[in-house]
């Protein structure tokens, strides 16, 4: 049995003293190559997980590994898409936002218009270099985060809810998109939702986490649906109910902790 | 008095986690900030020995010196309340003005836009100009030097209330008619409520405002108050009683803008803009 | 009554298959009138001018019917005096002065404040270190601080402009570090994920999103300074605007005093909108949405 790529061991996370504990004895492996989702409620402290895996916390009991390698900070290996337009320069044009992680690990800069080429003809904003981030819709900033990612070659994406600030309808056509383009990539994927069809239509495998404080994962599902997928189909309809079974009885003990 | 946009956030460094050394940071920077204060005066006081002719740079020891001089001649006492009830009054009278004007033109367009040309004009026009026709017009007396903080107050004032009123919610204006609010009605229970943050932040910056201008105004037409003091002890080279006199209005100034700081934070919290 | 027409409810009155709709009337003169009014671009210079018109109407009666020639002078004085003093070029020169005072205290001042406000944001110690006297040095008013100057630098223009240093350097640097305090985590976050040393994501990130701020900074602090300077123009001579001013004062000649008072405003109207434009232009795209802070 080969190691796992990603590992969180016995993980537990609290912000202060006084807080109560985020996630408590967190255990979860993620294979190279797989789309793995996180669905879970409000406060289940999924986002925690995703900031642990990038860097920017640290556990206070346990370890993250990735290839055996423990966390230590963020790094260029795991880059994430965040949710909202506030990790995007408006000072640059869509161009040099592709190209800023390019441009800060030195790479020649016709070496990196041509990769930012290909990263936004991937992501459909070929047309769109030249214009600044204020001038584009929710769907195409996200695009443009994609595109970043992309153009970096990192092995590991971590995505925190990036299509959340968009409407429903774009948002099924960047699921879509997401899809095609991972299955032309095959990156390690780590994503955030706490929309079940968004779940279905992307990932290999599903985790449920509890519901917070002290929270981790209840459980994992697989998801076996061959792709493309689409959201019409009986299969998609069984997978949706059987996942949220078991979603909704965390969204109820949620729903209770914030009403007591 | 520098003046900050309404929405200076609190500093804080981005991406450190581990919320449980905050205490222990904030006892570290306290200690920083004494060390440092406690340095800089003993600086001051080596510097000042070591300047030639330290009648030009007082020494900390001589103008706690002087302060305490000062104090006891109960000339510092006369001189603290002339300025402060001048800043008073003038930030009184031109605060009632400016929000009363402030919300007149926010919410009659025609109003606004009659008064609007000389708005823009005369609110660029330093208060300190205004010295020379007030003092042709009430003469050299105490009535010229509040027309002046009145002005300096009241543009700031205003122009903030306008921003206030203007930048309500629609959907609060129309959730208030649907339930059958009448305009007054609306006018007291979203108008104001709304404009109270921007209020504020103009009295704030008034209250900045007010002060330059006194001391101005003392160190220009005036025969008490710390403007005149420090000018004139200019002639009689006691830069001890300038340091001192510059201590106290930094106290004072500090003060006064700590009590808008309070008042915002701890009555006016509800009314925070965009709530 | 067809059937269909019953059922929908429909009379045949109501369908207008007979006789022909009317056609459309040419609007009245009044009409006309009626609908300028409504448009803005036209309502609002008709206020403006009608405003303009009462108000200098008023006042150029008011000072002829009441005889205050002397202390309230009418437009048409007044009017008379700033052309003159126009013409004979002293409200160029004492423009130009108090200007050239005003921008070389601006340039230095606002630099240091920028480069002050930036290490306070950033440094954590620096604060700890400096934060107590920016705080309290922000509350002291420039003008007090003319005296001492004078003091130490003699009456030359190095006081004035040192004043208009100080003046600058507190508002600039307070704006520079509300603009480092807000600029948003995930900007930081990514650039370190992208493997940026602390000195880029300081170049790279910080330095640019605080440029709104600090264009603020500015534009505040310029309005400061045109106090500063005029107060000590009139305090210690030296050919400003604001000496122009006390010369008025001191022949008693209001005309002259209103045409210096109209010179500063305009300077002061003229400079703002040059930062209002400057922060527009520049704040947009320094933000990845519209950029609103004041009016």
């Known amino acids: ?260 | 008095m520098s003046g900050v946009s309404p929405s200076v956030a609190s500093s804080s460094l981005a991406g450190v986690g581990g919320g449980r050394r905050a205490l222990a940071d904030r006892q570290t920077v306290l200690v920083l900030s004494l060390v440092s204060i406690l340095g800089a005066l003993v600086l001051w006081q080596i510097t000042s020995t070591l300047v030639y002719r330290s009648i030009l740079f007082p020494s900390f020891i001589k103008t706690a010196g002087a302060l305490v001089a000062t104090a006891r001649e109960g000339l510092l006492l006369r001189d603290i309340s002339a300025t402060l009830s001048r800043v008073l009054i003038g930030f009184l009278v031109g605060s009632v003005g400016g929000v009363t004007l402030g919300l007149l033109m926010g919410s009659v367009p025609l109003v606004r836009t009659f008064f609007d040309p000389y708005l823009n004009f005369f609110r660029f026009v330093t208060p300190i100009a205004w010295i020379a026709p007030a003092t042709i017009w009430f003469g050299v007396g105490e009535t010229s030097r509040l027309f002046l903080v009145v002005y300096a107050t009241i543009f700031i004032i205003l122009v903030n209330t306008m921003a206030g009123v203007t930048r309500i919610h629609r959907d609060r204006v129309r959730m208030a008619r649907a339930f059958g609010a009448r305009s007054w009605q609306v006018f007291v229970y979203i108008t104001l409520p709304a404009t109270l943050p921007f209020i504020l932040t103009g009295m704030r910056i008034g209250m900045g405002n007010s002060f330059m201008t006194v001391i101005g105004a003392e160190m220009l037409a005036g025969n008490n108050g710390l403007g005149y003091l420090i000018y004139s002890s200019r002639i009689y080279f006691k830069s001890d009683v300038m340091f001192a006199t510059i201590l106290i209005l930094g106290i004072l100034g500090f003060f006064a803008d700590r009590v808008f700081d309070v008042a915002q934070r701890r009555f006016f919290w509800r009314y925070r803009a965009g709530h | 009554m067809s059937p269909n027409a019953a059922s929908s409810g429909v009379t045949a009155r109501d369908t207008n298959t007979r006789r022909p709709a009317p056609a459309p009337r040419r609007p009245t003169a009044w009409e006309h009138v009626r609908g300028a009014l409504q448009d803005g671009r036209i309502r609002t210079p008709l206020i403006y001018g009608l405003s303009l018109l009462a108000v200098l109407g008023g006042w150029q009666f008011a000072a002829h019917r009441f005889r205050l020639l002397l202390l309230f002078p009418p437009p048409s004085a007044t009017f008379e005096r700033f052309v003159a003093l126009l013409l004979d070029g002293s409200i160029e020169k004492a423009s130009a002065v108090s200007l050239l005072r005003i921008l070389a205290g601006f340039l230095v001042g606002s630099l240091a404040g920028i480069l002050l406000g930036l290490l306070l944001g950033s440094s954590r110690l620096a604060r700890a270190l400096l934060e107590p006297y920016v705080h309290f040095f922000r509350f002291v008013p420039p003008l007090a601080w003319f005296a001492p100057v004078l003091l130490w630098f003699g009456i030359g223009e190095k006081a004035r402009i040192l004043l208009i240093v100080y003046t600058t350097v507190f508002a600039v640097a307070l704006n520079a570090m509300a603009g480092v305090a807000a600029v948003s985590r995930n900007k930081i976050r990514m650039a370190r994920a992208f493997g940026a040393r602390p000195f880029q994501v300081f170049v790279l990130i910080t330095l640019p999103a605080s440029v709104p701020y600090i264009f603020t900074g500015m534009r505040v602090a310029m309005g400061n300074s045109f106090m500063t300077v005029v107060a000590a123009e009139m305090l210690a001579a030296g050919e400003g605007l604001g000496y122009l001013v006390n010369t008025g004062v001191i022949f008693l000649d209001t005309t002259t005093v209103f045409s210096g008072v109209i010179a500063l405003g305009i300077l002061g109207f003229t400079t703002d909108r040059v930062f209002r434009w400057l922060i527009r232009r520049f704040g947009g795209r320094f933000t990845a949405g519209p950029f609103a802070f004041d009016q």
């Open chain 1, 1 to 260: 049995m080969s190691a796992p790529y990603i590992s969180f061991r016995d993980v537990c996370f609290t912000y202060n003293e006084r807080a109560a504990e985020v996630l408590s004895n967190l255990n979860l492996e993620l294979k190279r190559g797989e789309f793995f989702l996180l669905l879970g409620p409000s406060g289940c402290g999924k986002t925690t997980v995703l900031n642990l895996l990038a860097g920017f916390e640290q556990p206070t009991v346990g370890q993250i590994a990735v290839g055996g390698t423990p966390v230590t900070g963020p790094g260029p290996d795991r880059i994430v898409i965040f949710q909202g337009d506030d990790s995007l320069l408006g000072w640059l044009s869509t161009m040099e936002n592709v190209e800023f992680g390019l441009m800060l690990a030195g790479m020649g800069r016709r070496e990196r218009r041509a990769r930012a080429d290909r990263a936004l003809k991937m992501v459909g904003l070929a047309g769109q270099d030249g214009k600044h981030p204020h001038e584009l819709s929710g769907g195409m900033k996200q695009r443009v985060q994609i595109a970043r990612a992309l153009v970096c070659d990192a092995d590991i994406l971590l995505m925190d809810e990036p299509f959340a600030a968009v409407d429903a309808q774009t948002r099924a056509i960047l699921q879509d998109e997401l899809a095609r383009i991972w299955m032309e990539t095959q990156r390690t994927v780590l994503f955030i939702t706490h929309d079940i069809a968004e779940a279905i239509i992307l990932g290999d495998r599903i985790g449920v986490m509890r519901a917070g404080p002290r929270s981790g994962v209840k459980e994992i599902i697989a998801n076996d649906l061959p792709r493309p997928r689409s959201r019409g189909d009986v299969a998609f309809a069984n997978m949706y109910a059987r996942i949220e079974r078991a979603v909704s009885e965390e969204v109820q003990l949620t729903v209770q902790r914030e009403t007591r």
